[in-house]
Protein backbone atom coordinates (compact mmCIF):
# COMPACT_ATOMS: atom_id res chain seq x y z
CA UNK A 1 0.00 0.00 0.00
CA UNK A 2 0.93 3.66 -0.22
CA UNK A 3 1.55 3.77 3.48
CA UNK A 4 3.74 1.12 3.35
CA UNK A 5 5.45 2.38 0.76
CA UNK A 6 6.22 5.97 2.79
CA UNK A 7 7.42 3.81 6.06
CA UNK A 8 9.60 1.53 3.79
CA UNK A 9 11.11 5.53 2.97
CA UNK A 10 12.06 6.19 6.21
CA UNK A 11 12.83 3.24 7.56
CA UNK A 12 15.80 3.80 4.70
CA UNK A 13 16.45 7.64 4.50
CA UNK A 14 14.83 8.64 7.14
CA UNK A 15 13.44 11.82 5.61
CA UNK A 16 9.72 12.16 5.15
CA UNK A 17 8.07 15.12 2.79
CA UNK A 18 5.10 16.76 4.71
CA UNK A 19 2.88 15.36 2.69
CA UNK A 20 4.19 11.46 3.26
CA UNK A 21 4.28 12.71 7.15
CA UNK A 22 0.47 14.16 7.19
CA UNK A 23 -0.45 10.41 5.05
CA UNK A 24 1.35 8.77 8.49
CA UNK A 25 -0.67 11.17 10.77
CA UNK A 26 -3.92 10.67 8.99
CA UNK A 27 -3.02 6.60 9.68
CA UNK A 28 -5.59 4.15 11.30
CA UNK A 29 -6.22 0.56 12.04
CA UNK A 30 -4.01 -1.77 10.38
CA UNK A 31 -1.73 0.86 8.71
CA UNK A 32 -1.24 2.62 12.28
CA UNK A 33 -0.70 -0.19 13.77
CA UNK A 34 1.99 -1.31 11.43
CA UNK A 35 3.94 2.78 11.75
CA UNK A 36 3.78 1.50 15.59
CA UNK A 37 5.66 -1.66 14.78
CA UNK A 38 8.11 -0.29 12.46
CA UNK A 39 9.09 2.86 15.00
CA UNK A 40 9.10 0.02 17.66
CA UNK A 41 11.57 -1.76 15.74
CA UNK A 42 13.69 0.61 15.09
CA UNK A 43 13.65 1.81 18.77
CA UNK A 44 14.91 -1.78 19.61
CA UNK A 45 17.81 -1.72 16.93
CA UNK A 46 19.58 1.44 18.13
CA UNK A 47 18.49 1.49 21.56
CA UNK A 48 17.68 -2.31 23.13
CA UNK A 49 15.72 -3.16 25.38
CA UNK A 50 17.43 -0.28 27.66
CA UNK A 51 14.89 2.60 29.02
CA UNK A 52 16.77 5.87 30.39
CA UNK A 53 15.44 7.71 33.34
CA UNK A 54 15.35 10.85 34.17
CA UNK A 55 14.82 11.80 37.24
CA UNK A 56 12.59 15.26 37.47
CA UNK A 57 12.75 18.04 39.92
CA UNK A 58 10.14 20.92 39.61
CA UNK A 59 12.42 23.45 42.11
CA UNK A 60 10.03 26.52 41.53
CA UNK A 61 6.61 27.22 39.97
CA UNK A 62 7.19 31.07 39.85
CA UNK A 63 6.86 31.93 36.34
CA UNK A 64 7.19 35.88 34.82
CA UNK A 65 5.61 34.23 31.71
CA UNK A 66 1.69 34.34 30.69
CA UNK A 67 1.62 31.35 28.26
CA UNK A 68 -2.01 30.47 27.65
CA UNK A 69 -1.56 26.68 28.13
CA UNK A 70 -0.12 26.86 30.99
CA UNK A 71 -0.97 26.34 34.96
CA UNK A 72 1.58 28.28 36.25
CA UNK A 73 1.49 31.29 34.21
CA UNK A 74 1.59 34.39 36.40
CA UNK A 75 -1.98 35.57 35.73
CA UNK A 76 -2.99 32.55 37.48
CA UNK A 77 -3.49 34.03 41.18
CA UNK A 78 -5.13 30.47 42.51
CA UNK A 79 -2.12 28.65 42.23
CA UNK A 80 -0.06 28.47 45.19
CA UNK A 81 3.38 29.71 44.79
CA UNK A 82 7.08 28.15 46.06
CA UNK A 83 10.49 28.01 45.39
CA UNK A 84 12.94 24.73 46.75
CA UNK A 85 15.78 25.98 48.40
CA UNK A 86 19.14 25.01 46.83
CA UNK A 87 19.71 22.96 50.06
CA UNK A 88 16.28 21.27 49.09
CA UNK A 89 17.20 20.83 45.42
CA UNK A 90 20.85 19.51 46.02
CA UNK A 91 19.51 16.88 49.05
CA UNK A 92 16.19 15.83 46.36
CA UNK A 93 19.06 15.30 43.56
CA UNK A 94 21.61 13.40 46.34
CA UNK A 95 18.67 11.13 47.48
CA UNK A 96 17.34 10.57 43.41
CA UNK A 97 20.96 9.42 42.82
CA UNK A 98 21.33 7.28 45.98
CA UNK A 99 18.52 5.28 44.33
CA UNK A 100 20.06 5.07 41.18
CA UNK A 101 18.97 7.84 39.03
CA UNK A 102 21.75 9.13 36.66
CA UNK A 103 20.32 11.75 35.62
CA UNK A 104 18.39 14.86 37.01
CA UNK A 105 16.78 17.38 35.76
CA UNK A 106 16.18 20.80 37.37
CA UNK A 107 12.89 22.56 36.36
CA UNK A 108 11.41 25.71 36.93
CA UNK A 109 9.08 28.46 35.48
CA UNK A 110 11.02 32.03 34.24
CA UNK A 111 12.02 32.86 37.62
CA UNK A 112 14.62 35.01 38.21
CA UNK A 113 14.65 34.42 41.60
CA UNK A 114 17.54 32.18 41.20
CA UNK A 115 20.53 34.29 39.95
CA UNK A 116 22.26 32.48 37.40
CA UNK A 117 25.59 32.23 40.21
CA UNK A 118 23.45 30.09 42.12
CA UNK A 119 22.35 27.62 39.48
CA UNK A 120 25.91 27.67 38.89
CA UNK A 121 27.03 26.69 42.32
CA UNK A 122 24.48 24.01 42.70
CA UNK A 123 25.46 22.87 39.35
CA UNK A 124 28.96 22.57 40.61
CA UNK A 125 28.19 20.91 43.78
CA UNK A 126 26.21 18.35 42.21
CA UNK A 127 28.68 17.64 39.76
CA UNK A 128 31.36 17.41 42.05
CA UNK A 129 29.92 15.25 44.80
CA UNK A 130 26.82 13.55 43.06
CA UNK A 131 28.30 11.42 39.74
CA UNK A 132 25.09 12.47 37.75
CA UNK A 133 24.31 14.15 34.02
CA UNK A 134 22.40 17.09 34.54
CA UNK A 135 20.00 18.84 32.87
CA UNK A 136 18.09 22.50 33.12
CA UNK A 137 15.33 23.55 32.05
CA UNK A 138 14.61 26.92 33.19
CA UNK A 139 12.96 28.72 29.91
CA UNK A 140 14.30 31.59 28.05
CA UNK A 141 17.62 33.09 28.57
CA UNK A 142 20.59 35.04 27.70
CA UNK A 143 23.57 33.08 25.77
CA UNK A 144 25.74 34.19 27.91
CA UNK A 145 23.08 32.33 31.43
CA UNK A 146 23.02 29.39 29.21
CA UNK A 147 26.94 29.66 28.96
CA UNK A 148 27.87 30.06 33.04
CA UNK A 149 25.22 26.61 33.63
CA UNK A 150 27.31 25.01 30.56
CA UNK A 151 30.30 25.60 32.53
CA UNK A 152 29.43 24.92 35.54
CA UNK A 153 28.86 21.48 34.20
CA UNK A 154 25.24 21.65 32.95
CA UNK A 155 25.56 18.47 30.31
CA UNK A 156 21.85 19.01 28.61
CA UNK A 157 19.20 22.01 27.95
CA UNK A 158 15.22 21.18 27.93
CA UNK A 159 13.30 23.66 25.98
CA UNK A 160 10.44 22.72 23.18
CA UNK A 161 9.40 24.87 20.48
CA UNK A 162 5.97 24.31 21.47
CA UNK A 163 4.47 25.09 18.34
CA UNK A 164 5.85 25.24 14.67
CA UNK A 165 3.05 27.92 13.86
CA UNK A 166 4.40 31.32 14.20
CA UNK A 167 0.83 33.09 14.93
CA UNK A 168 0.22 30.38 16.98
CA UNK A 169 3.26 30.98 19.34
CA UNK A 170 3.05 34.67 19.56
CA UNK A 171 -0.70 33.81 20.29
CA UNK A 172 -0.44 31.59 23.07
CA UNK A 173 3.33 33.09 24.53
CA UNK A 174 2.55 36.89 24.47
CA UNK A 175 6.02 38.68 24.23
CA UNK A 176 7.50 36.44 22.95
CA UNK A 177 8.66 35.26 19.21
CA UNK A 178 9.46 31.38 17.61
CA UNK A 179 12.35 33.64 16.24
CA UNK A 180 13.41 34.18 19.39
CA UNK A 181 12.86 30.27 20.71
CA UNK A 182 14.66 29.66 17.76
CA UNK A 183 17.81 31.87 18.76
CA UNK A 184 17.59 30.10 22.24
CA UNK A 185 17.82 26.37 20.54
CA UNK A 186 20.72 28.17 18.34
CA UNK A 187 22.83 29.47 21.51
CA UNK A 188 22.43 26.05 23.45
CA UNK A 189 23.82 24.10 20.67
CA UNK A 190 26.39 26.49 20.30
CA UNK A 191 27.66 26.12 23.51
CA UNK A 192 27.63 21.93 22.93
CA UNK A 193 24.76 21.16 25.26
CA UNK A 194 22.38 17.82 24.16
CA UNK A 195 18.94 19.47 23.48
CA UNK A 196 15.79 18.79 24.37
CA UNK A 197 13.33 19.92 22.38
CA UNK A 198 9.61 18.94 21.79
CA UNK A 199 6.26 20.21 21.19
CA UNK A 200 2.73 19.78 22.40
CA UNK A 201 0.06 17.81 20.32
CA UNK A 202 -3.81 19.23 19.90
CA UNK A 203 -3.21 22.76 21.42
CA UNK A 204 -6.20 24.93 19.74
CA UNK A 205 -5.73 26.34 16.53
CA UNK A 206 -2.98 23.52 15.53
CA UNK A 207 -4.05 21.68 12.47
CA UNK A 208 -2.53 18.67 11.17
CA UNK A 209 -1.01 20.28 8.48
CA UNK A 210 1.19 22.44 12.17
CA UNK A 211 2.23 18.57 13.57
CA UNK A 212 3.94 17.99 10.45
CA UNK A 213 5.76 21.31 10.54
CA UNK A 214 6.39 20.08 14.27
CA UNK A 215 8.23 16.98 13.28
CA UNK A 216 9.96 18.19 10.42
CA UNK A 217 11.36 21.73 12.70
CA UNK A 218 12.09 18.85 15.14
CA UNK A 219 14.41 16.70 12.46
CA UNK A 220 15.86 20.21 11.07
CA UNK A 221 17.05 20.96 14.68
CA UNK A 222 18.08 17.70 14.88
CA UNK A 223 17.75 17.54 18.77
CA UNK A 224 19.21 14.96 21.07
CA UNK A 225 15.94 14.30 23.16
CA UNK A 226 12.19 15.50 21.93
CA UNK A 227 9.59 15.54 24.25
CA UNK A 228 6.33 15.62 22.60
CA UNK A 229 3.11 15.29 24.99
CA UNK A 230 -1.02 16.10 24.82
CA UNK A 231 -2.27 19.45 25.38
CA UNK A 232 -4.15 19.13 28.44
CA UNK A 233 -6.28 21.93 29.37
CA UNK A 234 -6.11 24.15 32.72
CA UNK A 235 -8.88 25.64 34.37
CA UNK A 236 -7.28 28.76 35.82
CA UNK A 237 -6.09 29.62 31.84
CA UNK A 238 -7.42 31.01 28.62
CA UNK A 239 -7.46 27.92 27.56
CA UNK A 240 -9.62 25.96 29.65
CA UNK A 241 -12.91 24.00 28.01
CA UNK A 242 -10.76 23.20 24.69
CA UNK A 243 -10.21 19.48 23.76
CA UNK A 244 -7.53 17.56 25.23
CA UNK A 245 -4.87 16.31 23.10
CA UNK A 246 -5.58 13.01 21.67
CA UNK A 247 -3.60 9.99 23.04
CA UNK A 248 -3.39 8.59 19.49
CA UNK A 249 -2.61 10.80 17.52
CA UNK A 250 0.25 11.86 20.26
CA UNK A 251 1.57 7.90 19.88
CA UNK A 252 1.49 8.27 16.01
CA UNK A 253 3.69 11.74 16.09
CA UNK A 254 6.17 9.60 18.49
CA UNK A 255 6.54 6.86 16.06
CA UNK A 256 6.42 9.47 12.91
CA UNK A 257 9.82 11.11 15.24
CA UNK A 258 10.83 8.24 16.05
CA UNK A 259 11.26 6.85 12.23
CA UNK A 260 13.20 10.45 10.96
CA UNK A 261 15.07 10.67 14.03
CA UNK A 262 16.37 7.34 14.47
CA UNK A 263 19.15 8.28 17.58
CA UNK A 264 17.25 11.27 18.97
CA UNK A 265 15.60 10.23 22.74
CA UNK A 266 12.44 10.20 23.06
CA UNK A 267 10.47 10.24 26.11
CA UNK A 268 7.08 8.25 27.20
CA UNK A 269 6.07 12.25 28.26
CA UNK A 270 4.43 12.45 32.19
CA UNK A 271 1.56 14.44 29.90
CA UNK A 272 0.43 11.46 28.20
CA UNK A 273 0.72 9.46 31.76
CA UNK A 274 -1.33 12.18 33.26
CA UNK A 275 -3.96 10.80 30.37
CA UNK A 276 -3.85 7.49 30.90
CA UNK A 277 -1.59 5.58 32.49
CA UNK A 278 -1.30 2.81 30.05
CA UNK A 279 -0.40 5.68 27.62
CA UNK A 280 2.85 5.60 28.72
CA UNK A 281 3.85 1.73 28.03
CA UNK A 282 2.27 2.54 24.69
CA UNK A 283 4.51 5.04 23.53
CA UNK A 284 7.38 2.89 24.77
CA UNK A 285 6.25 0.47 22.37
CA UNK A 286 6.19 3.11 19.55
CA UNK A 287 9.69 4.56 19.43
CA UNK A 288 9.98 5.85 22.86
CA UNK A 289 12.98 4.95 24.88
CA UNK A 290 12.86 7.24 28.16
CA UNK A 291 11.07 7.61 30.81
CA UNK A 292 11.25 10.84 33.22
CA UNK A 293 9.91 9.75 36.92
CA UNK A 294 8.91 13.31 38.91
CA UNK A 295 11.05 13.32 42.11
CA UNK A 296 9.97 16.49 43.59
CA UNK A 297 8.70 16.41 47.00
CA UNK A 298 5.17 15.91 47.36
CA UNK A 299 4.26 19.43 48.79
CA UNK A 300 5.97 21.44 45.68
CA UNK A 301 4.99 18.73 43.31
CA UNK A 302 0.98 19.16 44.09
CA UNK A 303 1.67 22.89 43.53
CA UNK A 304 3.89 22.67 39.88
CA UNK A 305 -0.07 22.55 38.69
CA UNK A 306 1.16 23.02 34.35
CA UNK A 307 -1.64 21.03 33.47
CA UNK A 308 -4.19 19.74 36.06
CA UNK A 309 -2.21 16.15 37.46
CA UNK A 310 -4.09 12.99 37.83
CA UNK A 311 -4.08 12.17 41.56
CA UNK A 312 -2.68 8.26 40.31
CA UNK A 313 0.14 10.14 39.03
CA UNK A 314 0.74 12.19 41.70
CA UNK A 315 0.75 9.51 43.96
CA UNK A 316 2.78 7.18 41.64
CA UNK A 317 5.51 5.24 43.24
CA UNK A 318 8.72 6.77 41.59
CA UNK A 319 11.21 4.87 43.14
CA UNK A 320 14.10 3.89 40.81
CA UNK A 321 13.55 0.07 42.21
CA UNK A 322 9.77 0.64 41.39
CA UNK A 323 10.22 1.52 37.58
CA UNK A 324 12.70 -1.38 37.60
CA UNK A 325 10.46 -3.36 38.61
CA UNK A 326 7.48 -1.82 36.46
CA UNK A 327 9.56 -1.55 33.19
CA UNK A 328 11.09 -5.27 33.52
CA UNK A 329 7.26 -6.67 33.46
CA UNK A 330 6.75 -4.81 30.09
CA UNK A 331 10.13 -6.22 29.11
CA UNK A 332 12.13 -3.74 29.60
CA UNK A 333 15.43 -3.25 31.07
CA UNK A 334 16.68 0.44 33.27
CA UNK A 335 19.79 1.85 31.84
CA UNK A 336 22.30 2.19 34.44
CA UNK A 337 24.69 4.75 32.84
CA UNK A 338 23.99 8.41 32.10
CA UNK A 339 22.03 8.04 29.05
CA UNK A 340 23.81 10.30 27.10
CA UNK A 341 23.41 11.13 23.39
CA UNK A 342 24.38 8.48 21.23
CA UNK A 343 24.78 10.47 18.42
CA UNK A 344 28.07 10.84 16.45
CA UNK A 345 29.87 13.94 17.60
CA UNK A 346 29.18 14.41 21.46
CA UNK A 347 31.61 11.73 23.28
CA UNK A 348 33.98 11.83 20.36
N1 LIG B 1 -0.64 20.75 28.55
C1 LIG B 1 0.43 20.01 28.16
N2 LIG B 1 1.69 20.43 28.23
C2 LIG B 1 1.90 21.66 28.72
N3 LIG B 1 3.03 22.35 28.89
C3 LIG B 1 2.72 23.55 29.42
N4 LIG B 1 1.38 23.65 29.57
C4 LIG B 1 0.86 22.48 29.14
C5 LIG B 1 -0.46 21.98 29.05
N5 LIG B 1 -1.51 22.70 29.44
C6 LIG B 1 4.35 21.82 28.54
C7 LIG B 1 5.09 22.73 27.60
C8 LIG B 1 6.32 23.12 28.38
C9 LIG B 1 6.45 22.04 29.41
C10 LIG B 1 7.17 22.43 30.64
O1 LIG B 1 5.12 21.71 29.70
O2 LIG B 1 5.47 21.99 26.44
O3 LIG B 1 7.47 23.18 27.60
FE1 LIG C 1 6.04 29.81 32.41
FE2 LIG C 1 6.88 27.70 31.00
FE3 LIG C 1 4.38 27.81 31.91
FE4 LIG C 1 5.11 29.45 29.95
S1 LIG C 1 5.03 27.16 29.86
S2 LIG C 1 3.92 30.04 31.77
S3 LIG C 1 7.23 29.90 30.51
S4 LIG C 1 6.23 27.68 33.15
Aim: net charge negative; proline share 4%.
Amino acid sequence: TKIEKVITKALITHELNKEEIIMLLEAEGKDKELLFQEADKLRKNNFGDEVHLRGIIEFSNYCSRECFYCGLRCQNHVVNRNRMTIDEIYEAAKEARNQGYMTIVLQSGEDSWYKVDILAELINKMKDNLDLAITMSVGEHSKNFYKILREAGADRYLLKHETSDKELFEKLRPGTTLQGRLNRLKDLRELGYQIGGGFMVGLPGQSIETLADDILLTKELDVEMAGIGPFIPHPETPLRGYPVGSVSMVLKVIAITRLLLPLTHLPATTALANLSPEGRFKALSCGANVIMPDLTPMIYKTNYEIYPKSSELLNFDNSFASWEKELLQHGRRVSKDYGHTPKPGFFA
